[in-house]
C-alpha cells in the first residue's frame, strides 16, 4: 500500500501535531509490519525527521504550506503517485482527493469556543475540518473526551472514529525509553524549587495565572523559579512580559520562546513541579512527558485532565489563584503528596505507547 501523509507539521519548530506525526512515522520506520508499505511524505520545504529516503521519499511541492497550498496544490501533486491512501495527522484534508482519506482530529477547540481565534481563522478551521471529517473514510482522535466533541460538535457517526492515544516518551535524560518507571525523589537530596510550564502559550491556558498564582511562592521560598517554554499564540494576545514585571517577578520567572530538545530535558531534570492550567485540549501530552521524568503535574480540574493522568497528578479548580499556589507548594516541598503521585504514575503512562498507537494507525489504514 501507499500511503501519502502530509508532513508539513514537521517542518520547522514542530509543536503537537508535528511531535505527533513524527512519534508514528519513528515506529513505523523500525516496524516489520509496516514494511509492507511506501509512506510518502509530502512537504512545501526538507522535512525535519532523519528517515530512509527509500522508504519514507519526501515530495516537496513548492508553496507556502497553507490551507491553500492543501487543498490545490496537494490533489495535482498526488495524482501520478498512484496513492492508495492519504493520512492527514493534523485536522485537515484535501477535499478534492479520490482516494480513502484517514484524518487525525486531536480537538475542537476552534469548535467549542470561536472567541479563542481570530474570525476569518476560525471560521476556516471550522469550515474545512467539518468537511474533512465528513469526507474521511475514517477518524482518528487521540482521546475518548474528543470522540465525544466530535460525535456532538461535527455530529459524527461514533463507529467512524477511532480512539487512539498516542505514546509518551520520556524527557529526562536519565529515563531514555518510553513510558519509563518515574523515579520517587530521595527526601535527603537538597530539594529543588523549579516549577516547570511546557507548550505553546494559549488563552485557555491560563499562562498569566500560573504567573500570578507562583507569585507567592516566590515570595515566601528563596530561589524558587518558574520556567515557562512556549511560543506565544494566544488571542487576544497576552503581554507575559508586562505580567512578569507586575508581579515583580524578572529574577524567578524565565520564559522561553523555543528551546532546543537538549535544553528541554534539561529544565524537566531541574524541575520539582509541572504546572498546566488548561481548560480545554484534546489530550495534553507535556503533562504526561513530566510524568514520564518523574515529575509530578498541577493541573486545572477538567474531564480531560481526569482522563489523561487520573491518579497521578494534583488538581485545582478554575479561577481559584490561592489553590494553585497551595497546589504549587505542596509539591515543591511535601515529599509524601509527590510519592503518592508518582507512585500512580506507571499504571496512567502505561496505557501511551508509540508502538501501539501506530500499529493501531496502522490497522485503520489497512481496514479502510
Given at each position: 500500500?501507499?500511503i501519502?501523509?502530509?508532513?508539513?507539521?514537521?517542518?520547522?519548530?514542530?509543536t503537537?501535531?508535528?511531535r505527533?506525526l513524527a512519534?508514528l512515522l519513528?515506529?513505523?520506520?523500525v516496524?516489520d509490519r509496516a514494511r509492507?508499505h511506501e509512506?510518502?511524505l509530502?512537504s512545501a520545504?526538507p522535512?525535519?525527521?532523519s528517515l530512509d529516503a527509500?522508504?519514507?521519499p519526501?515530495?516537496l511541492v513548492p508553496g507556502?504550506g497553507?490551507w491553500?497550498?492543501?487543498q490545490m496544490?496537494?490533489p495535482?501533486?498526488?495524482?501520478?503517485?498512484h496513492?492508495d491512501?492519504?493520512f492527514a495527522?493534523?485536522?485537515?484534508a484535501?477535499?478534492?482527493l479520490?482516494?480513502?482519506t484517514?484524518?487525525a482530529?486531536?480537538?475542537l477547540?476552534f469548535v467549542?469556543?470561536p472567541?479563542w481565534?481570530?474570525?476569518?481563522?476560525?471560521?476556516?478551521?471550522?469550515?474545512?475540518?467539518?468537511?474533512?471529517?465528513?469526507?474521511?473514510?475514517a477518524i482518528v482522535?487521540?482521546s475518548e473526551?474528543?470522540?465525544?466533541?466530535l460525535i456532538?460538535?461535527?455530529?459524527?457517526?461514533?463507529?467512524?472514529?477511532?480512539?487512539?492515544?498516542p505514546?509518551v516518551?520520556?524527557?529526562?535524560?536519565q529515563?531514555?525509553?518510553?513510558?519509563p518507571?518515574?523515579?520517587i525523589p530521595?527526601?535527603k537530596?537538597p530539594?529543588?524549587?523549579s516549577?516547570?510550564y511546557v507548550?505553546s502559550?494559549?488563552?485557555?491556558?491560563h499562562v498569566?495565572?500560573?504567573?500570578?498564582a507562583?507569585?507567592?511562592?516566590?515570595?515566601?521560598?528563596a530561589?524558587a523559579?518558574l520556567?515557562?517554554?512556549?511560543?506565544?499564540?494566544s488571542y487576544?494576545?497576552?503581554?507575559?512580559?508586562?505580567?512578569?514585571?507586575?508581579?515583580g517577578?524578572?529574577?524567578s520567572?524565565?520564559?522561553h520562546?523555543?528551546?532546543?530538545?537538549?535544553?528541554?530535558h534539561d529544565?524537566?531534570s531541574?524541575?520539582?513541579?509541572f504546572?498546566f492550567?488548561?481548560?480545554y485540549e484534546?489530550?495534553?501530552?507535556?503533562p504526561l512527558e513530566?510524568?514520564a521524568?518523574g515529575?509530578?503535574p498541577v493541573l486545572?480540574?477538567?474531564?480531560?485532565?481526569?482522563?489523561?493522568?487520573g491518579?497521578a497528578?494534583?488538581?485545582?479548580?478554575?479561577?481559584?489563584?490561592?489553590a494553585?499556589?497551595?497546589a504549587?507548594?505542596?509539591?515543591?516541598f511535601d515529599?509524601?503528596a509527590?510519592?503518592?503521585?508518582l507512585t500512580?504514575?506507571?499504571g496512567?503512562?502505561a496505557?501511551y505507547?508509540?508502538?501501539r498507537?501506530?500499529?493501531?494507525t496502522?490497522?485503520?489504514?489497512?481496514a479502510?
Amino acid at each position: 500500500m501507499r500511503i501519502g501523509i502530509d508532513a508539513r507539521e514537521l517542518c520547522g519548530r514542530a509543536t503537537g501535531a508535528g511531535r505527533y506525526l513524527a512519534g508514528l512515522l519513528r515506529q513505523w520506520a523500525v516496524s516489520d509490519r509496516a514494511r509492507r508499505h511506501e509512506f510518502l511524505l509530502y512537504s512545501a520545504e526538507p522535512v525535519g525527521l532523519s528517515l530512509d529516503a527509500r522508504r519514507f521519499p519526501t515530495r516537496l511541492v513548492p508553496g507556502p504550506g497553507n490551507w491553500q497550498w492543501e487543498q490545490m496544490k496537494i490533489p495535482r501533486s498526488t495524482r501520478a503517485d498512484h496513492l492508495d491512501r492519504w493520512f492527514a495527522p493534523a485536522y485537515t484534508a484535501p477535499l478534492r482527493l479520490e482516494i480513502p482519506t484517514i484524518v487525525a482530529i486531536h480537538d475542537l477547540s476552534f469548535v467549542a469556543h470561536p472567541e479563542w481565534f481570530r474570525v476569518r481563522e476560525g471560521v476556516r478551521r471550522r469550515w474545512v475540518t467539518r468537511q474533512s471529517a465528513r469526507a474521511a473514510r475514517a477518524i482518528v482522535t487521540i482521546s475518548e473526551f474528543s470522540k465525544r466533541e466530535l460525535i456532538e460538535r461535527l455530529d459524527i457517526p461514533a463507529d467512524r472514529i477511532r480512539v487512539i492515544p498516542p505514546g509518551v516518551v520520556s524527557t529526562s535524560p536519565q529515563s531514555p525509553t518510553p513510558n519509563p518507571q518515574p523515579s520517587i525523589p530521595n527526601p535527603k537530596l537538597p530539594i529543588a524549587s523549579s516549577v516547570l510550564y511546557v507548550g505553546s502559550i494559549f488563552n485557555r491556558r491560563h499562562v498569566p495565572d500560573l504567573i500570578r498564582a507562583f507569585g507567592p511562592v516566590a515570595r515566601s521560598h528563596a530561589g524558587a523559579s518558574l520556567d515557562i517554554v512556549g511560543d506565544n499564540r494566544s488571542y487576544p494576545r497576552q503581554d507575559l512580559r508586562r505580567t512578569i514585571e507586575a508581579e515583580g517577578l524578572p529574577d524567578s520567572v524565565h520564559w522561553h520562546e523555543y528551546v532546543t530538545e537538549a535544553e528541554l530535558h534539561d529544565l524537566y531534570s531541574r524541575a520539582r513541579v509541572f504546572a498546566f492550567l488548561s481548560e480545554y485540549e484534546g489530550l495534553g501530552l507535556t503533562p504526561l512527558e513530566a510524568l514520564a521524568a518523574g515529575v509530578p503535574p498541577v493541573l486545572l480540574d477538567t474531564p480531560i485532565a481526569r482522563e489523561s493522568c487520573g491518579d497521578a497528578a494534583l488538581y485545582v479548580p478554575a479561577n481559584d489563584l490561592r489553590a494553585v499556589t497551595q497546589a504549587l507548594e505542596r509539591l515543591l516541598f511535601d515529599d509524601a503528596a509527590r510519592e503518592r503521585l508518582l507512585t500512580a504514575a506507571p499504571g496512567v503512562l502505561a496505557r501511551y505507547s508509540w508502538p501501539r498507537a501506530a500499529h493501531d494507525t496502522l490497522s485503520v489504514f489497512e481496514a479502510t
